[in-house]
């Protein structure tokens, strides 16, 4: 288990809800999962692939659809490596902002600059931030519905809580800069 990709255990997950395409796939980590967990096409099909041929998960073409779209579906091996990966413990939470690595070399720059990355984050977090609230109201109402939406909500507060926590920051920073001769 120490050698897993990160990437097979999202996967799995998402499976361990419903069945989905790569596609799907792709959606739900550029919606649910963005806040906290990001992959591309060219991470997801080729794990698609091995989890298929490590019997994890299963592909099925849909006869249905015009496009000859694959299904993929966990398996019950694929839940036990699910389940199995759930224990183990974290190996690292990173933060990883390119503002916040363009702010700690500011000085090479002029303070304008500075105050131009913050403002553009601020405004990124300002137009995220209320698919969030939206997300924890939702989940709220219709929390006895599936064992699930409580950890969902968990992970919607603490975006919450975080976003809120740079708005904050934000203004503290521009207020620094502006206060220390912009």
């Excluded at 699910?82 to 902002?97: A, F, G, I, Q």
């Excluded at 000085?107 to 600059?113: P, V, Y």
């Amino acid at each position: 288990m120490a050698n897993e990709r990160k990437i097979d255990c999202v996967i799995l997950g998402l499976l361990s809800h419903e069945e989905l395409t790569g596609y799907e796939i792709k959606k739900r980590m550029d919606t649910t999962l963005k806040y906290f967990w990001s992959a591309s096409y060219g991470s997801i099909y080729p794990a698609l692939s091995d989890l298929v041929s490590r019997g994890l998960a299963t592909k099925r073409e849909d006869t249905e659809s015009k496009r000859n779209k694959q299904i993929y579906s966990i398996t019950e091996e694929g839940c036990r490596y699910l389940r199995e990966w759930l224990t183990v413990p974290v190996e690292k939470d990173e933060l990883r902002y390119e503002t916040l690595l363009k702010l700690f070399f500011g000085n090479e720059q002029e303070t304008k600059q500075a105050l131009t990355h913050i403002k553009a984050f601020e405004e990124k977090i300002e137009k995220e931030l209320p698919y969030l609230l939206e997300a924890e109201k939702v989940l709220k109402a219709c929390l006895n519905e599936d064992a699930a939406h409580k950890y969902y909500l968990l992970t919607v507060k603490f975006g919450i809580k975080t976003y809120q926590a740079y708005l904050e920051w934000c203004e503290e920073a521009k207020k620094f800069l502006m206060d220390s001769g912009a």
